[in-house]
């Protein structure tokens, strides 16, 4: 493996599209959702790695606002696999000083799986090491139109001006205010769209994807990811 100092910190928050569990599970003859469970195993390999790279945030797209047009029986084992893996991570969440946050539609989150969120929100929320972000029934547009009603709610009661909105103010209205946006979004299994996937935050995160299906992401595709994303050249508009 190359140095680890070449690339550790480089990247301070990396989002995730995990793409590709039922395609992994097709290719071996399983049902879809063995796709998930194995797809789970990878995520918490990936928290892991995240400490020995210097990634101090990490957003994983769990569920988007799309995904409700599965079918019922695929959504209930992704919710319950979703609350299997909170129960089995907390403790290391809690060892690793990672903090849990949820970005996402939290009212659509089933009432069960959203009470043992909210428990591992609070036990870690003063951790500091690292975050651990979860997007779950998160869609950028539903994320920037709930944001837009509560601005124009403040305006209406007069807690903000509308000539004082601007692209700062705009972003402490987000799910992820107080986040600094991704230097680099990965996308397993070769699909080449964003689906939906923090359309904001975006705007200048080095994209890298791979055809590797995400039950099979592992260290050494993270690895070229961070090698790759050292060599970009980063221009913000600029020369
Ligand atoms: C990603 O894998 C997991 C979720 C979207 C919840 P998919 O389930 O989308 O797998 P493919 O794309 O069908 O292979
Ligand atoms: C994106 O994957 C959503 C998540 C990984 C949670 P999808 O599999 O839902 O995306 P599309 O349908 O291929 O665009
Ligand atoms: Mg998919």
Redesign the pocket.
């Known amino acids: 493996m190359d140095n680890l100092a070449d690339i550790k910190g480089a990247v301070k928050h990396l989002a995730i ?3 590709g569990n039922g395609r992994w599970a097709k290719l071996k003859g399983l049902k879809r959702t063995e796709g998930h469970k194995e797809g789970a195993k990878t995520v918490r390999k990936i928290i892991d790695l995240s400490g020995k790279y210097g990634i101090k945030y990490l957003t994983l ?4 606002t ?2 409700w047009r599965r079918p019922s029986s695929e959504i209930t084992v992704l919710m319950s696999l979703l609350k299997e893996f909170l129960e089995l991570n907390r403790r290391t969440l809690i060892e690793k000083d990672v903090k849990l946050k949820v970005i996402g539609k939290k009212e659509d989150i089933p009432a069960v799986t959203r009470t043992v969120l909210q428990s591992v929100i609070n036990e870690t929320k003063n951790n500091k090491s690292g975050q651990l972000i979860l ?1 779950l029934c998160y869609g950028g547009r539903e994320e920037i139109t709930h944001a837009v009603r509560e601005v124009a709610e403040d305006v209406k009661n007069g807690k903000i001006k509308t000539k004082n909105i601007d692209e700062k103010l705009f972003s402490s209205y987000l799910y992820t205010s107080e986040i600094p946006d991704p230097d680099l979004m990965i996308r397993t299994s070769g ?1 080449f ?1 964003i ?1 939906n ?1 923090l359309l904001w935050q975006l705007s200048y995160s080095e994209f890298w994807i791979t055809d590797t299906l995400w039950p099979d992401f592992d260290e050494s595709d993270l690895v070229e990811a961070l090698k790759s994303f050292k060599n970009r050249k980063r221009r913000y508009g600029g020369v």
């Open positions: 599209i995990m793409d797209y769990a569920f988007s799309e995904n997007a699909e769209r689906s996937f």
